[in-house]
């Protein structure tokens, strides 16, 4: 019989050492599994908001169906109930979410972080996002999603704090893919505009939570291209000036609609700034019946995410109202200053698709599809300043590898020309407006002698 090795340890140290290094391991698959749940439930939410969003346009026609002029009362009364609710009962749930999205990953008080991307904020903004889409609102599902999947991965990993923003950040990312079947635009987002840096211990929670929530959409819709898959383009030669003219008139007017929405973010000076902090809810009811005056104008085709407009201008079934592009500009920025909850990117794509048709007629040897998505990356490059997003997602949104390198250059020159007009990129100087505001709300009164003075 052989003597055992004196060197190996006695049967009962290794299980012990065994049974040490799965209770090590345990808690860590339990917090990846608790992730992917997590991921799995964004792209759940990122699914619902979708059905919701289709569901609200359909029944925005059908209310306007006897005529057109009922917009008049729906839209601005809609408006101004979104606003007292996004007010009075969910507060932090205006605008885009985006900016939310990005001040709770950058506040080092929990208490603001909560507020900004809680479960009772999330059910908000979807709530109040469909309210305004029934009533004609000019606003998109996708950047709400941001905020409802952040909302979603930080109730998930609240246990552990020091992730947190992390978990955050991929939860926003995954809110991007799953809303448009676009997961690399998602990590990218993540990246370039959530996060503005490359931090290489969340990398892995952003695509696990992509996988997750990408995977989970992909099973319930089906494996499907946003815009449908298209094969524009753009041979070099005299059609590449198409570029150059649409990159610098995306970058002038998506600058315009970032200078104009901080503008009034912030709050306009003198009696006009101060009448609209005393009324919001007036001011919200005004701003409903520009969008509706924008939709009798236009047809009826302003209104909503703009999906089907683009989507008909893209692959040539229908170019549109002649002034489609600055009415449906025009829309998106009176939903916008308005305060209701509402994303800016399915209307800037729309925007964008139509600033494409306008130069068919001059570019008749250019495909349409080509100046569409040439358009889209433009406006959507000059209003959130975050170029390799804008063409990669517009990329991946139609599979049309072609046209990358025109859409890479046509980025560059609107994110030059945006920065022109407006220095400052959208959703970050929303984002520190978010936590001025909130930081001074929340700083303590401290008692005097004299008075009670706000501690700055």
Known sequence: MLDPDPASPPPRRRLDRWRGAASDAAPLWRQRLLFLFGGLCVGLAAVAMAKLADWAHEAFRWIVSPSPLVALVLTPLG?????????????????SGIPQVIAARHTEDP????ALVSLKTAFGKILVMTLGLVCGASTGREGPTVQVGAAIMAAVGRLDAERLPGVILAGGAAGVA????????????GIEELSRTYEARTSGLIVATVI???????????????????KAALPFGPGWLAVAILGVVGGIAGGLFGRVTLLFARGLPGRIGAAIRRHPIVFGALCGLGVALCGLASGGTVYGTGYEEARAMLHGTDTGHPAYAPLKFLATVFSS???????LFAPSLSVGAGM???????FADVPIGALVLIGMTAYLTGTLQAPITAFVI??????????????????????AVSKLICREGLYHALAAT???????????????????????
């Open 79 to 95: 408006f101004a109930i979104a606003i007292l609710l996004a007010i009075r009962v969910f507060p932090n749930s205006q605008g």
């Open 111 to 114: 208490a603001i972080r909560n």
């Open 178 to 189: 799953a809303a448009f079947n676009t997961p690399i635009a998602g990590i990218v987002f």
């Open 212 to 230: 997750a929530a990408g995977l989970t959409a992909l099973a319930i819709q089906g494996d499907y291209t946003y815009f449908g898959t298209t």
């Open 337 to 343: 200053i308005s305060g209701i909850p509402g994303g």
């Open 356 to 362: 494409g048709v306008w130069l068919h007629g001059l």
């Open 394 to 415: 517009v990329t991946e949104m139609t599979q049309d590898h072609a046209m990358m390198i025109p859409l890479m250059v046509t980025a560059l020159i609107a994110d």
């Open 434 to 456: 978010i936590l001025e505001k909130a930081e001074s709300s929340a700083a303590p009164v401290i008692a005097t002698p004299h008075k009670l003075e706000r501690n700055a």
